[in-house]
C-alpha cells in the first residue's frame, strides 16, 4: 500500500482549508500545513501567544526572541497581522471566532473525543499548554496524525484510553492512510491513499467504518 | 505572576533582582516552568519557588524545573491556558468565578463543580490573583501607561490587573503624552511601579 508522508498529509489538510478562514496550527506535525496553503487564497493564521496574521519563517539573521510561534520557534507577521493578549487570543479560540484549528493526536475516538496532552504514565510531568481550548474553541477541530502506532495499534478508537484533551470536538482525521470524518454517527472514510479500500482500514482499525457516500 | 511565554516577555532583570532580595517560599504563576538558564528557570534554581501554576512546565529546556519535580520540592497545578489567561482576567476584573467549557469531561476538570448552559457543559473555575505581578512591556510613563513589543505582550496585560502590586520593567521611560492614548495597551490603573532596564529591549527591528 502507499502511504501518505507527511508532506502529503499537511497538503491533503490544505487543499480543504477555504478562502477567508481563521485557523490556528497546533505545534509540530500541523505547522507544516502552513507551507502548502494554496497561494490564490486568504487565509489568516492565528498562534495563540498572541498574533493574527502569522508570516513564515523569518529569513537567517532576521530572527526576532519577541515574535514567535507557539512552539516558540521565530516567525514574522504579514502586513495587516496584529498582536494581542492572552485574554484576547482565547476569547478567539473559545469564543469560536477561529474557523478550523488542525491538531496532532495520540488517540481519536470515533465520536470525536480527542487525547493528545498525556500519555498517563506515572512518571511523565504532564502539560497542557492551549490544547483543551484550542479542541473545544475552533468551529472544526481537524487532527492530523499517522493512524498507526509504531507497533500497529490504531489511533483511530472506539474511545480513547489515553486521558481525554476534549469531548467530541474532532470533526474530521486526516492520516497517511485515509481522511476520516468523525462525530455522533461514527467514522466514515472519506478519502483513500491508493491501494487502500474500507475493507482493509476497518481490518487495521478494528472498527466499522462507513464507505464515501455511505451513511453510518 | 511572571509575564512571559517562554522567553518572549519574560522580565529577566527583575527576576533577578527578586534572586538578589533572597526571598523564597515562592507561588509562581507563569505559562511554563521557565526556559534554560534565565528568568523563571534561574528563580527555580536558586530554589526559591515552591509552587508553580502553568499551563506547560515540561520543555525540551526546563531542565531545572523538571529536575525540582521529580525531587518532589516543587508543587505543580496544571491549568489549560486558556483557562489561565481567564482566571488571571477574571481576577484583575473582580469575578467571583467563571464558567469555562475548556477541560470538562477531563482529568484537569475532576472534582470540579460543572452547569449546563444553554446545552452545553462547563467548568467553575475560581480566579488566580497574586501579592506581585513582574512584567515585561516596551514602553512606560510615569502614569504606568504601557505598550508592549510584537509577542512579548501575552500574559502582561492581565497580569498587570491580577496583582496587588503590578512591576514593570520597561526599555524606555517616556514623559507622560508620548504614548498614544488610541494605543495605550495597559492603562496606568493597573501598574504600580516602573522600571527603566534600557538593555531589555531584544532584538534590533522596532
Known amino acids: 500500500m502507499n502511504r501518505w ?13 477555504p478562502e477567508g478562514a481563521y485557523v490556528n496550527l497546533g505545534i509540530g506535525l500541523p505547522t507544516r500545513i502552513a507551507d502548502y496553503l494554496p ?11 498572541g498574533l493574527l496574521g502569522m508570516g513564515p519563517a523569518p529569513a537567517g539573521g532576521d530572527e526576532d ?21 492572552h485574554a484576547d487570543s482565547f476569547a478567539m479560540m473559545r469564543g ?17 473525543d480527542l487525547a493528545n496532552w498525556h500519555t498517563g504514565e506515572k ?34 478508537v472506539s474511545h480513547c484510553t489515553y486521558p481525554l484533551t476534549g469531548i467530541a470536538c474532532v470533526s474530521r482525521v486526516y492520516t497517511d492512510l485515509a481522511v476520516f470524518e468523525v462525530g455522533a454517527r461514527g467514522a466514515r472514510v472519506i478519502d483513500l491513499a491508493d491501494g487502500m479500500s474500507v475493507d482493509k482500514l476497518s481490518v487495521l482499525t478494528k472498527l466499522t467504518l462507513a464507505g464515501p457516500g455511505q451513511g453510518v | 505572576m511572571i509575564g512571559g511565554f517562554g522567553t518572549a516577555g519574560m522580565p529577566d532583570e527583575l527576576i533577578d533582582a527578586l534572586i538578589a532580595r533572597g526571598v523564597g517560599d515562592l507561588t509562581l504563576v507563569n505559562n511554563n516552568a521557565g526556559n534554560a538558564e534565565s528568568g523563571v528557570a534561574a528563580l527555580i534554581a536558586a530554589g526559591r519557588v515552591r509552587k508553580i501554576i ?21 508543587e505543580l497545578e496544571l491549568v489549560p491556558q486558556g483557562n489561565l489567561a481567564a482566571r488571571i482576567h477574571a481576577a484583575g476584573a473582580g469575578l467571583g468565578a467563571i464558567f469555562t467549557p475548556t477541560g470538562y469531561g477531563t482529568m484537569l476538570a475532576e472534582g470540579k463543580e460543572t452547569r449546563e448552559i444553554d446545552g452545553r457543559q462547563y467548568v ?25 513589543r ?9 497580569m498587570a490587573m491580577a496583582a496587588r502590586t503590578t512591576i514593570a520593567q520597561v526599555s524606555e521611560i517616556v514623559p507622560l503624552g508620548d504614548i498614544d492614548p488610541e494605543t495605550v495597551v495597559t492603562p496606568g490603573i493597573f501598574v504600580q511601579r516602573v522600571v527603566a532596564v534600557p538593555g531589555s529591549l531584544q532584538g534590533s527591528k522596532q
Open chain 1, 65 to 85: 526572541p519577541e515574535l514567535i510561534n507557539a512552539g516558540k520557534q521565530p516567525v514574522t507577521l504579514l502586513t495587516g497581522g496584529s498582536y494581542f493578549h
Open chain 1, 5 to 17: 508522508t507527511r508532506e502529503q498529509i499537511a497538503a491533503r489538510v490544505a487543499r480543504d482549508i
Open chain 1, 123 to 156: 512518571d511523565s510531568i504532564p502539560a497542557v499548554g492551549g490544547a483543551m481550548d484550542l479542541a473545544i474553541g475552533a468551529k472544526q477541530t481537524f487532527v492530523m496524525m499517522e493512524l498507526l502506532t509504531k507497533s500497529g495499534e490504531s489511533k483511530l
Open chain 1, 39 to 49: 497561494a490564490d487564497r486568504e487565509i489568516l493564521l492565528q498562534s495563540e501567544n
Open chain 2, 54 to 74: 502553568c499551563s506547560f512546565p515540561r520543555q525540551s529546556d526546563s531542565h531545572h524545573f523538571d529536575a525540582r519535580y521529580r525531587a518532589g520540592e516543587i
Open chain 1, 96 to 112: 469560536g471566532h477561529i474557523d478550523i484549528c488542525v491538531l496532532g493526536a495520540f488517540q481519536v475516538s470515533t465520536q470525536g
Open chain 2, 150 to 158: 510584537k509577542t512579548a505582550r501575552n500574559f502582561g496585560p492581565i
Open chain 2, 124 to 148: 467553575l473555575e475560581h480566579p488566580i490573583r497574586a501579592d506581585f505581578a513582574l512584567i515585561k512591556a516596551h514602553r512606560g510613563d510615569r502614569w504606568g501607561n504601557l505598550v508592549y
